[in-house]
């Protein structure tokens, strides 16, 4: 079941610029979707895009029917004055869940990811890594339909990132659809169905990594191999 559809003609921050040009995909239900490419590329342009952030777009985003996403920053966000229970309440509220279900999920998920005892401090004092569980927790809180992500990876130690590919893993058997964004391509390698690798504005490459290979004729390539050649642009149509 297709949950978003992408058809970005194109997107600038000034009018009539086009910072990317011609991204179109979709995102089915249960799908993972790496969205790698090189620093400038416009891949987080292509994130606040599809959030309906930017002014100059022309194209479509279609969220299906009944759709709920939440978003993942590269840079967590809190508000300075609210400790992450609150943060969680607040987020409780805000989408309408209920009570008794959430604080037992809330109660869980703060112990998985080892913030049960910061629960009632600010997560505007946190590590950086601390910051970034605590902004997973907030959108895990929710059980979106989709997951918008913006580099995950960097500042988590290797035992939180598990943790993550745990909890997006479980989040796409329940159903969930997710883009990502990452520069960490041996673990998108491992966890990704698709890619999509965007270049200069534009989509360099799409596919699986099997069919990344067959377009930069390399036939046992790592994605980090695809990724040189493609952002070299040594692969031409
Ligand atoms: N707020 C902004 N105003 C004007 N130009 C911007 C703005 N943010 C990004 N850009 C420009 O848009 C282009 C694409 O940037 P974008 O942030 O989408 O790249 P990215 O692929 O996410 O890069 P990175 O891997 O470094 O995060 C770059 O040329 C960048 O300078």
């Known amino acids: 079941m297709k949950l978003l559809d992408v058809q970005i003609n194109k997107a600038g921050y000034e009018k009539d610029a086009d910072t990317i040009r011609n991204i ?19 891949k987080s342009t292509t994130i606040k895009t599809v959030l309906g952030l930017m002014e100059n777009v022309t194209g479509t985003i279609t969220f299906s029917d009944q759709v709920r996403y939440s978003y993942l920053p590269e840079r ?110 041996d673990t998108a390698e491992k966890v990704c169905d698709r890619f999509l690798l965007v270049n200069n504005g534009e989509l360099a490459a799409s596919g699986t990594l099997e069919e990344i290979r067959t377009k930069c004729n390399l036939r046992e390539a790592s994605l980090f191999d695809c990724f040189h050649l493609i952002a070299e642009e040594l692969v031409h149509e």
């Open 76 to 185: 967590p966000i809190f508000y300075d004055e609210l400790t992450l229970w609150e943060h969680l309440d607040f987020v409780a509220s805000v989408e309408g869940l209920e009570q008794e279900k959430y604080k037992k999920f809330a109660i869980e998920l703060l112990r998985t990811y080892k913030l049960e005892e910061h629960a009632h401090q600010l997560p505007a004092t946190y590590s950086k890594g601390m910051q970034q569980k605590a902004m997973l927790l907030l959108a895990l809180i929710t059980e979106p339909d989709i997951y918008i992500i913006d580099e995950p990876f960097i500042g988590l130690d290797p035992r939180a990132m598990k943790l993550f590919l745990t909890s997006i893993e479980e989040e796409r058997k329940r159903g969930a659809g997710i883009i990502m964004s990452t520069h960490v391509l």
């Open 24 to 42: 179109n995909f979709t995102l089915e239900k249960g799908e993972l979707i790496g969205l790698i490419g090189p620093n400038g590329a416009g």
